[in-house]
């Protein structure tokens, strides 16, 4: 006897639209009548703005994956760290809820974890950590954290650093990888020298073109030697000011898990170039090739290919600056406000690679108006940007806060994570956070 497959209904809106609605909620085109009852129903509540949304869109309460949501089926429980969503433990991976990011600098407590091995040993002396710049030098160094520190000048920044598959479980059809909400993205204030100086020191050959970084991260085969993840970058964002060889994190010592004690902090672009545990610097003649490069490894099609496809990645470029993206820090996904809440008053933080942000909008009603947010200037260049702002509600109900930012080249999130690529990077799509009030 054959058994009919069953779809669940966010497989039928990714596969059918249209044939959704009509299925879920008895409606095509506008939301009326017995399908707004059936929607609202859905919901838990009445939908004021019914009417704008738009056909074949799954309302957020259901469509938002947990990782989004603030609720996952595990949560990391680790001294030190606040109750980030637990992605997966081998290797450890966990993303910060949107709300723990309501602070202009992430505490260590709240900063995401993004790791490719395993977690070294703690070190009996930091200071003796050892760094080694070799390759395309004419002065090949292996220093220690300490004489680092006491060789060139130290600067603090605040910096972006986000994982490049931040938003991944936005794409549709799912990509492989770690399915991040909006959440694998942090703005800590970091304290080091600037590799570029420790780079002139070396004496950079006409031949140097890119990095190649190495930590003591133990791969997860068990196989000595192995690097767990050796990415690189060209050489003239080796040398940005902002790009740093890093030993505290607001003020203090970074933590085991996030690095320490010592790591490359490589603002606004994907944050597996800010090697962990850092031990080696290849200065190379020709771009690195070691794991995490080349293939889709951090990648993106120049072209579009179909979604769902299969792709060797020959045609891809690595991804570099990290696209326009925002967060809403105030509100929780899914939260429930009293009866007669007239208004929201909206705060979160917006960023853009190597770019600033230009705008923030918000709305309550589907996209079919927008309001203007005010966004304050970065700290430094390559730190996020803060952004409040008021939202008016007419009545109680299910409402969806839509949130986009624009960079300083006038590009705006899209309405859906655009140029899909097999393993999901750089998905920045709108995003829709449900409040029911009342």
């Known amino acids: 006897m054959s058994r009919k497959t069953e779809r669940s209904v966010q497989e039928l809106y990714r596969d059918d639209p249209e044939r959704a609605d009509a299925v879920a909620f008895g409606r095509r085109g506008a939301l009326k009548g017995a399908a707004l009852a059936a929607m609202g129903g859905a919901v838990g509540a009445a939908i004021p703005f019914g009417a704008n949304m738009p056909a074949g869109t799954l309302p957020a309460l259901f469509s938002r994956p947990a990782a989004a949501q603030g609720s996952a089926p595990a ?8 109750p980030l969503i637990l992605q997966g433990e081998r290797p450890l991976n966990a993303e910060t809820p949107e709300t723990l990011l309501d602070e202009p600098v992430t505490s260590a ?22 760094l080694t710049i070799d390759g395309e030098v004419n002065t090949p160094i292996e220093i220690t954290l300490g004489e680092l520190e006491q060789r060139f000048p130290v ?9 490049g598959g931040n938003g991944r479980a936005f794409f549709s059809p799912q990509t492989r990888g770690n399915q991040w909400g909006n959440g694998a993205i942090s703005n800590g204030e970091w304290t080091g020298v ?3 100086d420790v780079l002139q020191a070396a004496g ?7 990095t190649g970084h190495y930590g003591a991260d133990p791969h997860l085969s068990g196989e000595p030697g192995r690097p767990s993840i050796a990415r ?3 050489i003239s964002k080796a040398m940005e000011e902002d790009t740093l060889l890093a ?20 603002p606004g672009w994907p944050g597996s170039l800010s090697q962990k545990w850092l031990t080696r610097i290849w200065v190379r003649d020709k771009p690195h090739d070691g794991p995490g490069m080349g293939g889709t490894s951090y990648r993106v099609p120049v072209k579009p290919i179909v979604p769902g496809s299969s792709n060797n990645g020959a045609d891809f470029v690595d991804l570099e600056s990290m696209p326009v993206r925002s967060i809403l820090s105030s509100h929780a996904h899914g939260a429930r406000l009293a009866a007669g809440t007239r208004s929201l008053d909206l705060r979160g933080a917006a960023w853009a690679g190597d770019l600033t942000v230009r705008a923030v909008h918000a709305s309550v009603d589907f996209g079919a108006t927008w309001t203007e947010m005010q966004v304050a200037a970065p700290a430094n260049a390559h730190a996020w940007q803060r952004w409040t702002g008021r939202v008016e509600l007419p009545s109680d109900g299910y409402y969806e806060v839509w949130y986009r930012a624009t ?8 309405h859906l994570p655009a140029n899909w690529n097999p393993q999901g990077y750089g998905g920045n799509g709108i995003s829709r956070a449900a409040i029911l009030v009342g």
Request: proline content about 9%.
């Open 407 to 414: 960079d300083s080249n006038g590009r705006m999130q899209p």
């Open 155 to 163: 600067v603090t920044r605040q910096l972006q650093l986000e994982c």
């Open 194 to 196: 600037r590799l570029r």
């Open 232 to 234: 690189g970058m060209r």
């Open 247 to 266: 030993f505290r994190l607001n003020g203090a010592a970074i933590p085991l898990v996030n690095g320490a004690p010592l790591r490359l902090v490589t």
């Open 75 to 82: 949560v990391l429980q680790m001294e030190g760290k606040g």
């Open 109 to 130: 407590r709240n900063m995401f974890i993004r790791n490719n091995g395993g977690v070294p040993e703690v070190p009996a002396d930091p200071k003796a950590w050892k």
């Open 204 to 210: 950079l050959k006409p031949s140097a073109v890119a």
